[in-house]
């Protein structure tokens, strides 16, 4: 079975700092792991696709890495905004779909 | 590109009470998911189709929640009679691929039960 968790839990940061976010899963047989972005009263936005293939994936400020052999993928935010505010949340695939972590509630304070 | 459509956005409903959700998804994905998804919590799978077939629905409460996805495009998940635990956000998902590849997301729909 495949149980996902992401520490911190909540995170609050004066802007521009830089920032890493991590999630654990415990089925390491992945081909993928996806990371979103999710605003209050919304739905998930996707941010990044990381195959197994790659160790990193970038998009902007934004780099994931994916490290199969500890159970672990991080997501670092560059030089973060108040526009960065939102929960973050990771999925790690099981059988056909994916298992989501609680996520991390994210606030960047100008 | 249209993103997965999903109606309606908000529903308040007394226990006991039915409620149906409405999901078009991104044109072209043959994978369709529902998900429940509890004020802070991730999201959890309902059911997750593959053209107009079930791949999934083990964890679909199926004594009141239904859903279906016929000509293998939009789909409906239905809850009949409504319970307070009920009360959530459903966000449908599609992919292009099974496998699972990667899921884009509607808006939600949230229901709450009183």
């Known amino acids: 079975k495949q149980e996902v968790t992401q520490i911190p839990a909540a995170l609050s940061v004066p802007e521009g700092e830089n920032l890493v976010l991590n999630c654990s899963f415990t089925?390491?047989?992945?081909?993928?792991l996806q990371w979103f972005r999710q605003d209050p009263g919304k739905g998930l936005t996707s941010l990044l696709l990381?195959?197994?293939?790659?160790r990193e994936q970038t998009s902007g400020r934004l780099n994931a890495s994916l490290d199969k052999s500890s159970g672990r993928s991080t997501l670092y935010i560059a030089a973060s905004q108040p526009g960065d505010s939102a929960t973050y949340l990771c999925?790690?695939?099981?059988?056909?779909?994916?298992?989501f972590g609680p996520g991390t509630r994210l606030s960047v304070l100008p | 590109e249209a993103g997965v459509a999903q109606s309606p956005r908000y529903k308040i409903i007394e226990k006991r009470q039915s409620v149906a959700f409405w999901c078009n998804p991104i044109?072209?994905?043959?994978?369709l998911y529902w998900y429940q998804q509890i004020l802070g919590q991730g999201p959890k799978l309902l059911i997750q189709?593959?053209?107009?077939?079930?791949?999934?629905d083990s964890q679909l409460p199926k004594d009141r929640f239904s859903a279906e996805r016929l000509k293998g495009v939009d789909s409906t998940l239905k809850i009949q009679p409504a319970k307070l635990e009920d009360s959530a956000v459903y966000l449908c998902?599609?992919?292009?691929?099974?496998?699972?590849?990667?899921?884009?997301f509607g808006e939600g729909s949230r229901l709450t039960v009183l």
């Open positions: 998902a599609s992919s292009l691929v099974g496998g699972p590849g990667e899921l884009f």
């Open positions: 089925d390491s047989a992945i081909y993928n």
């Open positions: 990381i195959q197994s293939s790659q």
């Open positions: 999925a790690a695939p099981y059988g056909q779909n994916f298992v």
């Open positions: 044109s072209g994905h043959a994978t």
């Open positions: 189709f593959q053209n107009n077939g079930v791949v999934d």
